[in-house]
């Protein structure tokens, strides 16, 4: 069965901290995406990546970075986590060539920064 | 105005009712996807559509380009059924999606 894992189901960190979310996805997939979902707001685009060491700003990077030194995995970094980053955040991943067969979703990661 | 417009917010009906949810969009697409996001965060892909309707068990999507429209209904609903469902498009070449915020829908006995 085909996966897309977010290392944690939930997470609670202080304000300030550095905080990494891990994604790895088993597909061989090349396009890795990372959203946040919030209520009224739905999922918002905060980094994709096409490849390795490629990556490109979504639609709300400010406070995020990311990192993709291998194609199966796709880092999110909250350089210093602040309370409006509180959110659910998932990961998701397509093949490039067979892009219209469907999104794999990670069940995502529940953080609450405080 | 968001570019991607769902109705209703949230649906409330009971089993064996005919749902029917909206999906409404504003810019040019190429393909336009139906997902499903049950309680606890996991999201499955349901459809994905070019044109035309596509069915899979008690699950119907259809899309009218020219109206820039797509449904998704669901017949015989199920309590099983209780989830938020999603809708998104995609534009041009790239692969990333835009999403509406989603319609709640709960199936009651």
């Known amino acids: 069965d085909v996966k897309v894992t977010q290392s944690s189901r939930y997470l609670v960190k202080r304000t300030g901290e550095k905080v990494f979310l891990e994604c790895v996805q088993d597909?061989?997939?090349?396009?890795m995406f990372w959203y946040r979902q919030d209520p009224g707001l739905g999922l918002r685009l905060i980094y994709f990546?096409?490849?390795?060491?490629?990556?490109e700003k979504g639609d709300i990077p400010e406070g995020y970075s990311v990192s993709r030194e291998k194609k199966e995995r796709f880092s999110l970094i909250l350089e210093s986590a602040s309370t409006n980053q509180t959110s659910m955040y998932l990961c998701?991943?397509?093949?490039?060539?067979?892009?219209?067969?469907?999104?794999?979703f990670g069940s995502g990661t529940r953080l609450t920064v405080v | 105005k968001n570019e991607v417009e769902q109705s209703p917010q949230n649906l409330t009906a009971q089993e064996g009712e005919f749902i029917t949810i909206n999906c409404s969009y504003s810019?040019?697409?190429?393909?336009l996807h139906w997902l499903q996001q049950h309680p606890g965060g996991g999201i499955v892909s349901l459809f994905m559509?070019?044109?035309g309707k596509k069915k899979h068990g008690r699950l119907i999507a259809t899309i009218n380009i020219q109206e820039k429209h797509s449904s998704l209904h669901i017949t015989a609903s199920h309590p099983r059924d209780s989830a938020v469902y999603i809708c998104?498009?995609?534009?041009?070449?790239?692969?990333?999606?835009?999403f509406g915020t989603g319609t709640r829908l709960q199936v009651t006995l």
């Open positions: 998701a991943s397509t093949s490039q060539a067979t892009v219209d067969d469907g999104y794999t």
């Open positions: 597909m061989d997939h090349e396009n």
């Open positions: 990546s096409y490849d390795v060491k490629m990556k």
């Open positions: 810019v040019g697409i190429s393909a």
């Open positions: 559509l070019s044109s």
């Open positions: 998104a498009v995609r534009g041009g070449t790239a692969s990333k999606l835009t």
